[in-house]
């Protein structure tokens, strides 16, 4: 299988989350990615409690309904603006990491970020105002 | 060093996971949308209460797009995790390890949210 | 105008538990680039001190080191530039350590032959100029002088060891874009595998670091591109 030499290093051994994650003197494509990945998995965990939560309907009006009330509280709307600013970012530069990654406006792809994250801003401010007021 | 290449590895997958990956995230920025605005913004308060949620799924058209939606950002969550397991630099066995138990996991969520979606929609009708 | 400058130095021999920083403090004025504060110090304060380093105009690609956390070819960053009282030097991350700030570049010499890039190309640039006498036309000569920068500012190359990484995969598209000697079917199926161009995740470091202006990352997106399209092309029956 191994058709190429291991970078392995005995010294410095490979940190997955540093290399990730520690955007300290890098660029804007590495905080791109580096929050893509943190917003995947943060909606990835979403989406298992999600399903269980959801769970809840089956055990009948009761539960379900003080969980509604629960989630009305404003420590939930908080957090649903946090779930809201993911799903956002992550779709949106998900669109940049599409379109780049099919060899579509590589060169251009600083500009479309920014595009997209007005775009998103927007979105964002929208969905907290209607989070709060509906 | 052209020998270098002699052992190629497998091919496999990869590219069409990835577009998969991209394929089903373009789909998800349509139905997570809509499912943003049929579940919470065109509701009052945000969250429908019981009775209007059995209301709601006894369409099947509803319970339809629901699980289309169900499949798709599931599918969409495990390639993610996938990608970020396989970033590790996996040995080969590893990697199958992991397409086996991400396989189990996506099974298992898509198959309770059908479970979930379609019990409701029977408590419903 | 002469300043002192203390250099944050990384410092590992073989057979050192671990490695540690040594910190130097050198005169510099507005000419006294990285590379010479580190000949100063080896020759006036630590001779153990080890480094790479040939031409000194960014031509050889030898000199590549971590630069208060950013990949530079030492030879062309001017220390009072930097603007920083302290000016910290590691070596390139992702290959492994030999000593100081010296790394193993076989395994990217050894991904770079692999490509099978062909070193000569067409020259696109001056297409006008007339070249002397006895010679049909310029010859150009890749960009790239490998001097692994992108592979160490790559965020995929610090977590699989065996990614093949920005320059070779910069060197397949070469190849398959001016296939010269063969048809780039080679390099294509070499980068289309979970250790290849699907494991690029765009941060773009590697375009950003190439001082070389080789633009590894537009490489792989070309390459992802070119594989899509086929495969898509297969998905209808429509073999090319």
């Given at each position: ?13 490979k940190?997955p ?9 890098r ?108 | ?18 577009l ?106 | ?10 410092r ?62 030492s ?80 965020p ?21 874009e ?35 202006n ?27």
């Amino acid at each position: 299988m191994q058709d190429v030499q291991s970078t392995q290093d005995t010294v410095r051994p490979k940190r997955p989350l540093l290399a990730w994650f520690d955007v300290r003197s890098r660029k804007l494509g590495s905080w791109a990615f580096a929050l893509n990945r943190l917003t995947g998995l943060g909606l990835v965990l979403y989406l298992f409690l999600h399903l269980v939560i959801l769970s809840l309907l089956l055990r009948g009006e009761a539960g379900w309904d003080a969980f509604i009330k629960l989630a009305r509280s404003p420590l939930f709307l908080l957090m649903d603006a946090v779930l809201i600013f993911g799903i956002i970012y992550h779709g949106l530069n998900g669109i940049r990491v599409g379109m780049v990654g099919l060899g579509y406006g590589v060169r251009a792809q600083r500009g479309l970020f920014w595009t997209l994250m007005v775009i998103g801003a927007a979105l964002l401010v929208a969905s907290i105002w209607l989070v709060f007021t509906i | 060093m052209q020998n270098a290449t002699a052992n190629q590895r497998e091919n496999g997958a990869a590219g069409g996971l990835w577009l998969l990956q991209v394929i089903s995230g373009a789909l998800l920025i349509a139905v997570l949308g809509l499912h943003m605005f049929a579940h919470h913004f065109v509701v009052e308060g945000g969250l429908r209460n019981y009775q209007d949620v059995l209301a709601y799924v006894a369409s099947p058209l509803i319970v339809a797009v629901e699980l289309v939606f169900l499949i798709v950002v599931t599918l969409h969550a495990i390639l993610g995790l996938r990608a970020i397991l396989f970033d590790l630099g996996l040995s080969a066995k590893a990697e199958k390890t992991v397409n086996i138990v991400l396989t189990v996991i996506g099974v298992g969520a898509a198959g309770y949210g059908i479970f979930l979606a379609l019990a409701l929609h029977a408590l419903a009708r | 105008m002469t300043k002192e400058i203390t250099f944050k130095v990384f410092r590992y021999k073989q057979g050192d538990p671990a490695p540690h920083y040594d910190r130097f403090t050198v005169p510099c004025d507005e000419n006294t680039t990285v590379l010479i504060a580190m000949q100063d110090i080896r020759r006036d304060q630590d001779p153990t001190l080890m480094l790479r380093h040939s031409c000194h105009h960014a031509s050889c690609g030898t000199c590549g080191m971590r630069i208060n956390g950013k990949e530079e070819l030492s030879c062309v960053v001017k220390v009072l530039d930097l603007g920083t009282p302290t000016v910290t030097v590691e070596p390139l991350e992702n290959l492994p350590l030999i000593s100081d700030l010296v790394v193993d570049m076989t395994g990217f010499y050894q991904r770079y032959t692999a490509a099978r890039m062909p070193y000569i190309r067409q020259s696109e640039f001056n297409p006008g100029a007339e070249p002397p006498e006895g010679i049909d036309r310029y010859t150009r000569y890749e960009n790239c002088i490998e001097c692994g920068l992108c592979l160490s500012a790559c965020p995929v190359a610090g977590s699989d060891a065996e990614y093949l990484g920005p320059a070779a995969m910069a060197a397949a598209w070469r190849a398959v874009e001016e296939p010269r000697n063969g048809d780039g079917k080679h390099a294509l199926n070499w980068v289309d595998n979970e250790h290849g161009c699907w494991r690029c995740h765009i941060a773009f470091e590697c375009s950003e670091v190439c001082p070389s202006n080789v633009d590894p990352a537009a490489g792989i997106m070309n390459l992802r591109r070119k594989l899509t399209g086929s495969s898509l092309l297969r998905l209808f029956g429509i073999k090319r």
